[in-house]
């Protein structure tokens, strides 16, 4: 009989979020499949364990498919964890998953947190509907196009973000989604230094620019656009972001969507004549 492959969620921080299920399914497995194997030795040696591991990353994960499939076709079972919280959310993993699921393996979750759902739990936003975009471009010129094509979500969005970039994020979502946007960011969960702030962006960007979230990981949960809220401050904003990246006639059509105001009154706002 064909083996299994378990999604197992580890925790974020405490220790004591690991599910017993958990631990006794990372004590049977063949095998472990680990982000960074260090950090996953760790979570074992808490637990009293000693499993076989591999590393499986972003940078390898493709090319192992094949062989890990295999195993557990010949009867073998696999434990993918990521480094925290719930594996494949915003994290690798899901070549083998895809690759499990085709050749007819049986895949079992093993629930656990995610730093993301923990985040919108404490937030102070809507939870009713929400929006996971994971992590933001690293580069600024397209982190400020991808915040403009969130700019009119209206669910609440989920966003990841590293401790090098939190300050540049905030102050991009800031400019671009508004200064009075509400917001939370939540820092190191449910570990000792834990910090939930709660505040429009503006706020909370200065507070980055300050340090304020310079250590630890971060998750930023922002409030979705109100319906027929976008000012004309926001609507300038907005295009003038777009027009960086667009040609002025494609900037107009983007910002029309976004905005739900006319295209060529918007075409006009960029100073130039509408060609079409």
Known sequence: MPGTLYIVATPIGNLEDLTPRAARVLGEVDLILAEDTRRTAKLLSHLGLSRPMRSLHEHNQTEQVDGLVAQMLEGRSLALVSDAGTPLISDPGFPLLRGAVDAGITVV??????????????????????????????????????????????????????????????????????????????????????????????????????????????????????????????????????????PPSKAAKVAAELTGRPRRELFDLLGTQDPE
């Open 109 to 246: 979750p093993i629930a656990g947190v995610c730093a993301a759902i923990v985040a919108l739990s404490v937030s102070g936003l809507p939870t009713e509907r929400f929006v996971m975009e994971g992590f933001l471009p690293a580069r600024a010129e397209a982190r400020r196009r991808r915040l403009t094509e969130l700019a009119g979500e209206p669910r609440t969005l989920l966003l990841y973000e590293s401790v090098h970039r939190i300050a540049g994020s905030l102050a991009d979502m800031a400019a671009v989604l508004g200064p009075e946007r509400p917001a939370c960011v939540a820092r190191e969960l449910t570990k000792v230094h834990e910090t939930i702030r709660r505040d429009p962006l503006a706020v909370l960007a200065e507070e980055a620019t300050a340090g304020a979230f310079d250590k630890g990981e971060v998750v930023v949960v922002v409030g979705g656009a109100e319906a027929g809220a976008v000012d004309e401050g926001e609507v300038r904003r907005v295009l003038a972001v777009l027009a960086k990246a667009l």
